[in-house]
């Protein structure tokens, strides 16, 4: 593996773990409590740049979402919605390791392993102003916590062996809107947005969301859509300045 092969690996690690995001609706029914569990998958390409290390430059990165699959090793994704009359208060989490590899050449060629453990949380919560009975509008504000855990392992017989550790973490701000249509019986179209600039984390993050819902029964639905998120964070040496871009598949359980 060269040093740009290394490094835009790296640079995948950092944003695969960026994939928690909005949760789209399930089919409109009536105005009662309810919750929502979902999983999905982000089957996300990536475009941009990102840093990890210190002394390292910059990777310019444009990863299908077969080259983000290479080094990954599990994670878990989940979104929580209940709605009790106008609020609906979201929950989304993602878990994921990645692990990349190789050889770096050069005068002083080594083995080099990354690991990165990284989880992202967010939290929104949303207020109807418009409702009937074939479309609904909600507006709100949320939060986006983003933690990720580096550790980088070389091996040569020129340096030995040699580990180095870094923890990174931020919280974004974002307001947010989300719009309802229903399309036909069982069918629904969602659009999901969210934005925020404040530069309490990142200088600016936005992510917009369509999906089309289908519920073939009343507890369970599947979702089927395309998803955009970007966010450009900056702190000394760790660059994240990422878009992702991919289509969106869940499935759902109503309770």
């Known amino acids: 593996m060269t040093l740009s092969r290394f490094l835009r690996s790296a640079a995948c690690l950092l944003v695969l773990s960026c994939a928690a995001g909005a949760a789209g609706a399930?089919?409109?029914?009536e105005d009662q409590p309810r919750l929502v569990l979902s999983g999905y998958l982000f089957a996300s390409g990536l475009s941009g740049q990102a840093s990890t290390f210190e002394n390292?430059?910059?990777?310019?990165i444009d990863l299908s979402f077969g080259d983000v699959l290479e080094d990954f090793e599990g994670g878990l994704m989940g979104v929580a919605e209940y709605r009790t009359g106008p609020v609906t208060l979201l929950g989304d989490m993602m878990f994921t390791q990645v692990r990349p590899g190789g050889t770096l050449q050069g005068p002083l060629a080594s083995d080099v392993e990354l690991r990165q453990r990284s989880l992202t949380l967010q939290t929104t919560a949303l207020y109807r102003l418009h409702a009937t009975p074939d479309?609904?509008?909600?507006?709100?504000?949320?939060?986006?916590y983003w933690h990720m855990d580096n550790k980088i392992s070389t091996s040569s017989d020129?340096?030995?062996?040699r580990t180095r550790s870094q923890d990174q973490d931020w919280v974004d701000p974002v307001a947010a809107a989300r719009v309802q249509v229903r399309l036909a019986p069982g069918w629904t179209a969602t659009a999901y947005a969210d934005y925020g600039f404040s530069g309490v984390g990142s200088d600016e993050t936005w992510q917009l969301l369509g999906t089309v819902d289908y519920s073939w029964n009343e507890r369970m639905s599947l979702r089927m859509g395309y998803r955009v998120l970007a966010t450009d964070y900056r702190n000394g040496d760790f660059l994240y300045d990422v878009t992702m871009r991919g289509p969106v598949l869940g499935l759902a359980y109503r309770f």
């Open 135 to 144: 479309m609904r509008v909600d507006l709100g504000a949320g939060l986006r």
């Open 56 to 60: 390292l430059p910059p990777a310019d």
């Open 158 to 161: 020129a340096l030995g062996y």
């Open 26 to 29: 399930q089919a409109m029914d």
